[in-house]
């Protein structure tokens, strides 16, 4: 049957980063969005639409924000239990808390257990759709889109593969990456709503001859994404170049062994040179913007406007558990804190656009998620722009759309998600 989810309904016609914000965005403030099928037929004023169909199920949201599910380009969901470490930088940090917790998901049991409450985290943040990395676990792997599957989602995730500077538990081969990674993808790719992503964790925990290998399984699935981490520390370029002294920058790394084109999603990219902004945006190549991690481990001023002007994709991303949050307001209020950092106050919209086209977009999944609008999947969140007393009292006073939205942004938390729908069909968390 039918369903008609009445409310605000948000919408973007066009990219806030290329025209004025406001103009980029619809937005009915007595709205309506048919769902079918699993699918959004159609966004309109709830009057007229409640009037075509009158034989469809009303669920009436009353003032509450209809617009689309989050998207979160880059997480590590076998992070999920380590999230909020205390006091490390990206290489103690990973050598602490990360790699001794990944150590545990060759425990089929344990992974799944890890799996299940990180996708319940997001839904219960508004996350509908997540490209993660897993362990060098295959059961890591298995878990993640087995749970992901039984949610009825649209994810995104694969096997990280390092074969150096890990503890041994953690260390798989050249050849044994390589094998395993297609095996996986072979399984999962297409499969369902589920994509598989050929996932290096990053230059310095894989040899010349794992990435050459990787470089490889690229070529022979490029149907696939590639995910990997670029440009995150000055500690880390330090050691990039250390470790492989004839290339002249750290992508130059990543392009030597056939990981740069459309299809890569870069995790971090803060310190970039000329060369290296030219060269993902000639490559088409798509960047994860982390910032409650940059803010948290201690990284850097992502340079948002700049990757924006240069026409990248860019989306927005927990990278949980070296971000410091499971919710995408957390992750928008961060983001513009960064912003400001950096002279550039972002508005509203073009963080809102970062946490759903722009992600969307950033995993080639743009034509099916990251929007409300019809033909879209009906994976949808309800924002309560009331949800606590702070935010209640600054609305009081909004005399437009965006001082009604902007609190919710800089102040929420999951108490602002009043309802989430997986492919139309309604969340209970
Ligand atoms: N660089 C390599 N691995 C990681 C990771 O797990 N988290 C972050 N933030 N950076 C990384
Ligand atoms: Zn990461």
């Known amino acids: ?109 344990y992974a799944r257990r890890v799996a299940e409450t990180y996708l319940d985290l997001n839904l219960s943040n ?33 096997k990280v593969m390092m074969d150096r500077n890990a503890p041994e538990t953690l260390r798989d081969t050249a050849q044994s990456g390589y094998d395993d990674s297609k095996a996986l993808l072979t399984k999962w790719h297409g499969k369902g709503r589920l994509s598989y992503t050929i996932t290096p964790r990053f230059a310095p925990t894989s040899t010349p001859e794992q990435l050459e290998a990787t470089g490889a399984l690229w070529a022979e699935h490029p149907e696939c994404l590639m995910q ?57 190549a798509s960047i994860a913007h982390c910032p409650t991690s940059n803010a948290f481990i ?25 971000g410091s949050s499971f919710s995408m307001l957390r992750t928008m209020a961060s983001a513009y804190e960064i912003g400001q950092l950096r002279g550039d106050a972002l508005h509203p919209a073009q963080l809102l656009y970062m946490a759903t086209v722009g992600s969307a977009e950033a995993l080639h999944i743009g034509a099916h998620v990251g929007n409300l609008e019809a033909g879209f999947d009906a994976d949808i969140v309800v924002l309560n722009l009331t949800s606590t007393p702070v935010i209640s009292q600054r609305v009081a006073e909004a005399e437009s759309l965006w001082e009604a939205l902007f609190p919710t942004i800089m102040l929420g938390d999951d108490r602002a998600i009043k309802a989430v729908y997986i492919a139309g069909k309604r969340h209970f968390t």
């Open 1 to 109: 049957m039918p369903q008609l989810l009445l409310g605000q309904t948000f919408s973007f016609i066009g990219n806030p980063w290329q025209m004025p914000p406001e103009a980029a965005v619809r937005h009915i403030r007595r709205g309506a969005v048919l769902v079918e099928n699993g699918k959004i037929s159609a966004v309109g004023e709830a009057a007229a639409l409640k009037v075509a169909h009158p034989q469809a199920q009303i669920t009436d949201h009353g003032s509450s924000l209809i617009m689309a599910g989050f998207v979160d380009c880059h997480a590590h969901f076998p992070q999920t239990a380590i999230i909020a470490s205390w006091g490390k930088r990206l290489i103690d940090w990973l050598n602490t808390y990360t790699f001794p917790e990944e150590s545990r998901f060759g425990d089929a049991e």
């Open 228 to 284: 990997t981490h670029l440009s995150e520390q000055h500690e880390e370029l330090a050691w990039v170049q250390a470790l492989f002294p004839d290339q002249p920058d750290y992508l130059a790394v990543y392009e030597h062994f056939g990981l740069l084109g459309p299809g890569a999603v870069m995790g971090h990219a803060i310190y970039l040179s000329d060369r290296e902004w030219d060269a993902l945006r000639d490559a088409g």
């Open 126 to 158: 508004g996350i509908t759709t997540a490209c993660a990395y897993c362990t060098i676990h295959p059961e890591s792997v298995e878990a993640y889109f087995e749970a992901a599957q039984a949610r009825g989602l649209r994810m995104l995730g694969g």
């Open 298 to 322: 201690g990284s850097g001023l992502f340079h948002a406007t700049r990757a924006h002007a240069a026409g990248i994709r860019t989306g927005l991303a927990t990278d949980v558990g070296g």
